[in-house]
């Protein structure tokens, strides 16, 4: 099977950033930033999956579920009226937290990377509901807030262990070594 290395993540997530802002995430149509919130987190599970990241997938599922729930808990407590006069609902950005906790997870588990190209696709998102009119900044802010610490609490960057070993005549030498 073959892996995915960072170097072809970062042009395909970059593309997906740069694709959003030219096909209408900010040009008012809306469906493209809804379409980043879940596509980013459909991305870092397949990313998971494609690395076989088990541990890396349950954190995702963990930090993305409890960034809704909080998410929702302050919709409903806050009632904050959006800034179309739609509803009282406007206050966190549901969008945006869960954008921006699937960019966080992709930065812990992959590093900057992955990371930078899917804070570029979360900030489009935020920007977006800001254009639509959706959200007020404070809402997207908030919502970033939440998803970033959401994953920042339930994601662990992962650790690589390599062995290596050089045989010789009469000694071999042996190193083992951690990626933190």
Same mark, same amino acid.
Do not use: C, K, N
């Given at each position: 099977m073959q892996t995915l290395t960072p170097s072809q993540v970062f042009p395909i997530l970059? @593309? &997906? =950033?740069? %694709?959003? !802002?030219?096909?209408? @995430? &900010? =040009?008012? %149509?809306? !469906?493209a930033g809804d379409a980043a919130a879940v596509a980013l987190v459909l991305v870092?599970?397949?990313?998971?999956?494609?690395?076989?990241?088990r541990e890396g997938l349950w954190q995702l599922a963990k930090s993305e579920a409890a960034t809704l729930a909080i998410?929702?808990?302050l919709k409903a407590t806050v009632h904050e009226a959006r800034p179309n006069g739609q509803d009282q609902r406007s206050f966190p950005s549901r969008h945006a937290s869960v954008?921006?906790?699937?960019?966080?997870?992709?930065?812990?588990?992959?590093?900057?990377?992955y990371g930078i190209p899917a804070y570029l696709v979360a900030a489009a998102v935020a920007a977006d509901r800001v254009h639509l009119r959706e959200h007020y900044t404070k809402d997207v802010i908030a919502g970033a807030i939440v998803g970033i610490a959401s994953s920042s609490y339930f994601t662990d960057k992962p650790?690589?262990?390599?062995?290596?070993?050089?045989?010789?005549d009469r000694a071999v030498l042996a190193q083992v070594s951690m990626d933190w």
């Open positions: 970059t @593309a &997906l =950033a740069l %694709s959003l !802002s030219s096909q209408g @995430a &900010l =040009a008012g %149509s809306g !469906s870092a599970a397949g990313v998971s999956v494609h690395h076989d990241d998410t929702e808990v954008a921006f906790s699937a960019a966080q997870f992709m930065q812990i588990r992959g590093g900057w990377v650790y690589r262990v390599s062995v290596g070993y050089l045989p010789g």
